[in-house]
């Protein structure tokens, strides 16, 4: 990795940490001199992670929907399952006393 005799830079220029002298990678984000601050390197050095105005709420949104039960399954359903669930707990429960 460092073999080309490129010097490790002082702060990594994708993340800015801070490096210690002869590092051969960043602790912090995993860049090396072949994926990061070497001379031959074309990446951006962004390594594919969203941009600083990524919206979390939004991609969950999106992704996963907005409701706690699954989608597809009618209320009454999810209800009955739910009770049925706290049932069988409960009934474990107080079956041990």
Known sequence: MSGRGSETPEV??????????????????????????????????????PDDDFDY?????????????????PVGVWIVLTLLILAFLGGFVFSRF
């Open 12 to 49: 990594c220029p994708v993340c800015g940490e801070a490096l210690p002298p002869r590092a051969r990678m960043c602790r912090a984000c995993g860049a090396d001199e072949d994926h990061g601050w070497g001379e031959d390197d074309d990446s951006d050095g962004a390594a594919g992670l």
């Open 57 to 73: 709420g939004e991609f969950a949104e999106r992704e996963f929907g907005g409701g706690m039960r699954p989608s597809g399954m």
